[in-house]
Each structure stands twice: as C-alpha cells, then as structure tokens.
C-alpha cells in the first residue's frame, strides 16, 4: 500500500510539477511528462492536448496582431487610439505623426483636443457607447507649426484593456480638396466655354449645325435658321437631310468623307429664296477616336459669287479694251479730220451764192452719222485701259433728264425723275456716265416693249452693297416693269458680246459695268420675269463745288495765235483750216520737238502764241504729256490745251495736274473746240507758280 501511494504521488507531483513550471514560463517545450497508460498518463496527455491547442491560439494571436500593426502603421490615413475617459492618447500610427509633425514624446504629454478640432462635441461621443454607434465627420489636425491639414474623420467606441477608448481614423483631404477645385475650375471654364460657344455662334454669320451618329440635328445657330430657313426648335432632332437640301451626288460623299470643304452650291431654302453656298463639314471624336458625329458650316457667298464673276468679266474686258483702245484712237483721228471737212465745206456753201439746201440737208445727216459713230467709239473707249474719266462734280438732275429726253424721243414710254433737291453732288464724266445710263434706259425701253412706264429714283445712302460698304453715296435706281430677265440670263448681262437682242452688240452693260467701276461705284440688277427689272447705281458723293461750265450752240469766233501740234497731217491741216475760219492766226508743229522750237522762235521774236494745242501721244517722238513740262520752264506763263482720241495715263482725266488749262477729247465737234480755245486764251496770262512740277 506504502509503494502504490508512493508511486502514485511521486507522479502526481511530477504531473504537478510540469504544469506548474509551464505556468511560470520555465518550460522550453510547454509540454508534461506522461509515463504509462494508466488515468495519469491520459491526464498528462489531455494536458498536453491543451497546451498545443493553446500555443497554436497563441501564434493566431501574434500573426493577428503583426498584420493589425502592419496595417495601421502602413496606412496612409492617421489612425488614433484615445482614453474616452482623459482624452489623453493611447496609440497613433506612423501616418499621425506625419501629418502633425510630432513625435511619440509629444504625445505624451498631450491631450487629442490638442492636435485634432473634431467636428462632434467630446462629451457627446459617451453616449455612443450605449449604441455603439460610428461618428463620422470633416475636422482638422494641427500640425506642430500650427497649421492645419483638413481631414475626413471616422470614429468608433471600443474596450481597449478593460477600459472606453474611441478609435479614430483621418483621412487626408487635401487631393480631395485639389480635385474637387480643380472639378469646379473645369467645370467653371467649361460653362465659360459654353456661354462663349453660344455668344460666337450667336454673333457669327456662318451657319453652324452638329449632329450626331445617326445625323440627327443636335445643335443649330441662329444663322443657320436665317440661312435654310427653319426655326431650331424645329430642327434639332431633325435628320440634316431634311433640312439642308443638297444635290444627292453631295449626300453620297457626306456619306463617305470624313471631312470635306469648302465645297460651293446652288440651294434653295425652305422659304423658296435661291442663294449660293460655301459649305465645310468635319467629323467629330471623342479621346478614343470614336466618331460623335460631325460638324457642318456654311455661309451665303452670293456677294462673293457676284464679285467673282465682275472681276471675271473685268479680265476678259482688260483683253478686249488693249484692242479696243487702240481702234478707237485711230478711229477718233479719223473722225476728228472727217467732222471739220465737213464743218468747212458747210462754211463754203452758206458762202457761196444759190440754193445748197439738199446740200446742207446731206451735210447734216453726215454729222449725224459721225455723232453716232463717235458714241461708239466712245464706248469702245470705255472699255479700254485708256479711257479714264475726265472727273468734275456734278448734280445729276440735269444729267439724267437730258438722258431721258435723249432715251424716249419718239417712244410711248412714259418716264419720271424722282431727284430732291438735296441730293449730293458726284464727281463723274459727265460724257462717259450719259453713255452708261443712256444704256441701262435702252434696255430698259426694249423691255417694256414701247409701253408702260420708267421710273428713276434718286436718293442720298450711308451704305452700298458689296465690300467698303459704309460711305455716302447717290444711290440711282432705274425700275422698268417690263418681261424681266430670266433667272440664268441675269448673271451674264456684263459679259462683253452676250446679248439677247437679235441687233444688239452686246457691250451696252459691258461699257456701263466698267464706267460705273471706273467712277468707285457699282451697279446691281434685280429682276422677276414679267414682272421688271431694277438696275442700282451707287456712285461716291463729292463735296467738290459744282461749277456750271458754258455751252455753245455755234462756233465761237476769236483772235490770237495759235500753235497746234499732232502727228497726223490731216488733223493738222483741217484743225487749222477751222481756226482760222473763226479768225485765228495758226501755225502747226508734228511733234514737242519742233513745237518747242516754234515757240522759242516765236518768243524771241516778240509774237508769242496765245495757246498751244498739243496731241497727248506721239508715235516715235515726244507728245504733250512731256512737252508740257518744258514748255513751261520755257515761259511759265503758257497755256497748253491737250487733245487725245486715247489715253493710256491720267492726263486727260486730271490735265490741270500736268499743267494744262483745258482739254479737248477727238474727235471734238467744231463748237466744243472754238469754246475750249476761247476760254483758254481769255484766262489771260498768269505765272505757274511751280513750272518745275511739270517735267
């Protein structure tokens, strides 16, 4: 019995001896000693059983704790363990100490009021621990230097070591905060962006219309209504085909092209009006390259279209005026010889004695031929380089009720001058602008047929068609309500040779188009079959004093000397014949040379010529364009008349700028140039105060 108690407490106390050094920790292997297979040996191994259940509870426990630690002191947001108790803190993370720039001795001594402003009351938060509720918020950490770090704050009631603590994490909201401007910057730039899209479409003259994948409308201008003539509020939604009526061939190539422009055509809006179209379009992406749809511009280039074919025209007329020119300069020498033979052999058969009636009655009919032939070549004139007007200002009542008159002698049109008093006065060629509107009347007489009326309309503007708009000008507008001109006859009216007259030349509106450019002005024409026509003149107002100039039924008679000098000998001798029939001395010279010698000879010899008529161009000599200048060098106190059938310079157009004090254009009629050398000679003599201008 002694051995069984003794072997069994020895084991017992062994058994006992094991847990208790495993209790304190001086157990390597955490294990008892378990001998035999009787109860104590099951109890040393149930023991055993529990210690690696507890050691493997254990390392769970560490590897939990290790990954906890691993992600608060990795986390980026500042995580804080606070005594609800104190507010004193427990534990931060390495993000804290970051962002407040302190230390864990810091810490110490401080409380959480000290380094976060939270947005809850801290008295308040007791009452979470009831509910175990989460308060969430924005506050702010105070860094050491006292600035401030705006942080979004999440914090939750716990039991840490038997004790309240709250556990609070901040986040930092400074990207957000940076986001969030940079969110409302674009947001900001794009509503700018929007307000100065609608403010550029709005003002712009160019139609803007986008549309989607399916080409439906989503976005039109106001110019784009004006344009196709629909409201927007009716377009949007609407496929663009509906709206923007082009030829199907255009359609097949919107369908393939990505973009295309700018492309030109003839459209017909949807109030009827026909205008011509200059339209771009250009396919819309996003940043992935997927197509959104496409953009489509276009604009009324009807102007634009009508100046094209003006300056078309005014090309093929420069090739036409070379030739013109130059037959007209040949023509008007002719002329001039023809008018005065015929002016002198009147002269010799109202001399003579007996009856010459039918005589003077074939005479007359002569000059009337000449005159009409001088109209041409007049026109032919208009129509070359050298034809510049010989500019002066002028009303145009009298002008356009001699027109008139001139137009519908002998015709059962009726006509009326709508022309205040007020209206400014012009600075034309008073010849050349006769021709222009005897034209534009012509046509509108062989439109109404010999019947109906013709109204001309007079008026001041502050604006003309086309570009330079804005100016005063003297708008004159010439409204017949005739057979019209047809839709695709309208732009061809100023080209040279078209005509629809079975005896027109075609050059009538030619020679007005260019006269009226010649003058800075325009011309437009409107018109609706049977119903009339509208031509527009628009010509610069001058503030130049008008001066009436004298007009003479008959040839003036005077005295004095007289050089003329011109390379033709015909028009040499027949003008001499002519001065002196109406009482004049003469002399003649073929070129400036011999003219320059003539009239030194003539000073030196005590019997200077009153006037010298020079011929402007002189083939292979020196004409009166560069004469004049040492003419007056000579004798600053002479006076030139210059006389060209054409020109290529100014000098006929402006001859007092080079020294002349009157002009005669060939082929002259016998009054005009008895007039011009007899107001010449009654100027009397005066010095030109800069002789050396003129060279």
Request: aromatic share 6%; with cysteine.
């Amino acid at each position: 019995m002694v051995f069984v108690e003794r072997t069994v407490l020895s084991r017992l106390n062994a058994l006992t001896d094991d847990i208790n050094k495993i209790g304190r920790g001086e157990s390597k292997d955490r294990r008892v000693r378990a001998l035999g297979k009787d109860e104590l040996s099951d109890l040393g191994m149930q023991v055993n059983t529990m210690m690696e259940s507890l050691d493997r509870s254990e390392q769970e426990l560490i590897m939990k704790e290790r990954r906890y630690r691993a992600l608060v002191e990795g986390s980026s947001n500042a995580i804080i363990l606070v005594d609800s108790k104190d507010l004193s803190i427990i534990e931060v993370n390495p993000a804290f100490l970051k962002m407040t720039g302190r230390n864990d001795y810091d810490l110490n001594k401080m409380k959480i009021v000290d380094v976060l402003d939270a947005p809850w009351d801290w008295d308040t938060p007791h009452a979470a621990f009831d509910g175990g509720s989460v308060q969430e918020g924005e506050g702010r950490l105070i860094h050491s230097n006292q600035s401030v770090l705006d942080v979004e704050l999440s914090m939750t009631p716990l039991t840490f070591d038997g004790k309240e603590a709250y556990f609070i994490i901040g986040r930092d909201l400074t990207e957000r905060r940076r986001a969030e401007k940079d969110r409302e910057r674009i947001l900001d730039e794009l509503s700018r962006t929007n307000e100065n899209l609608e403010v550029t479409l709005k003002s712009i003259a160019d139609g803007v219309i986008s549309v989607d994948q399916n080409d439906d409308v989503v976005l039109m201008n106001r110019a784009a209504e004006d344009l196709i003539g629909v409201n927007r509020r009716y377009g949007v939604g609407k496929n663009i085909r509906e709206l923007v009526p082009l030829p199907d061939r255009e359609w097949d190539d919107y369908r393939t092209l990505r973009q295309a422009g700018p492309l030109r055509v003839a459209m017909r809006n949807n109030s009827g009006q026909t205008w011509q179209m200059e339209y771009s379009y250009t396919t819309l992406t996003n940043d992935k390259g997927e197509i959104m749809g496409k953009m489509f511009t276009f604009r009324d280039i009807s102007e634009k279209a009508r100046a094209e074919i003006a300056e078309a025209n005014a090309g093929r007329l420069e090739a036409i005026g070379t030739l013109a020119g130059g037959i007209a300069h040949d023509f008007n020498n002719v002329m001039t010889s023809v008018v005065g033979e015929l002016y002198l052999l009147r002269t010799e058969i109202e001399n003579s004695e007996g009856s010459m009636q039918r005589s003077r009655e074939r005479i007359n009919d002569m000059e009337m031929a000449m005159d009409r032939a001088k109209f041409v070549a007049q026109e032919l004139l208009s129509l070359s380089k050298g034809g510049a007007p010989i500019q002066k200002p002028t009303t145009l009542r009298g002008l356009l009720e001699d027109t008139a008159r001139l137009a519908f002698t002998g015709s059962s049109i009726t006509w009326s001058l709508d022309c205040p008093d007020d209206i400014w006065p012009v600075n034309i060629d008073q010849g050349q602008m006769n021709r222009a509107f005897l034209n534009i009347l012509f046509n509108a007489q062989e439109a109404s047929r010999e019947k109906g009326s013709v109204e001309i309309v007079v008026r001041n503007v502050l604006s003309r068609p086309g570009p330079d708009t804005e100016g005063r000008y003297v708008n004159v507008d010439f409204i017949d309500h005739g057979e019209g001109i047809p839709p695709d006859v309208l732009p061809r009216i100023f080209d040279p040779y078209f005509t629809t007259k079975a005896t027109g030349t075609g050059l009538g509106m030619t020679v007005t188009f260019t006269t009226i450019k010649r003058h800075g002005g325009t011309i437009e024409v409107t018109s609706e079959v049977n119903k009339g026509t509208k031509v527009s003149v628009y010509l610069p107002a001058t503030d130049g004093e008008v001066t009436e100039v004298p007009r003479a039924d008959k040839p003036v008679t005077g005295t004095g000397r007289v050089l003329i000098m011109d390379d033709e000998e015909f028009i040499l001798q027949v003008t001499s014949d002519i001065l002196q029939s109406l009482g004049y001395e003469v002399d003649v010279a073929h070129d400036g040379e011999e003219a320059l010698e003539r009239y030194g000879q003539a000073m030196r010899e005590g019997r200077k010529f009153d006037v010298v008529i020079m011929d402007l161009t002189i083939p292979g000599g020196m004409g009166g364009k560069e004469t004049i200048g040492q003419l007056l060098k000579m004798d600053p106190r002479a006076r030139a008349i210059v006389s060209s059938g054409y020109s290529n310079d100014p000098v006929m157009a402006n001859h007092e700028d080079f020294g002349f004090v009157g002009v005669v254009p060939k082929p002259y009629k016998i009054e005009e140039l008895s007039l011009v050398v007899k107001n010449a000679i009654q100027l009397g003599p005066s010095d030109n105060p800069e002789p050396d201008r003129f060279k």
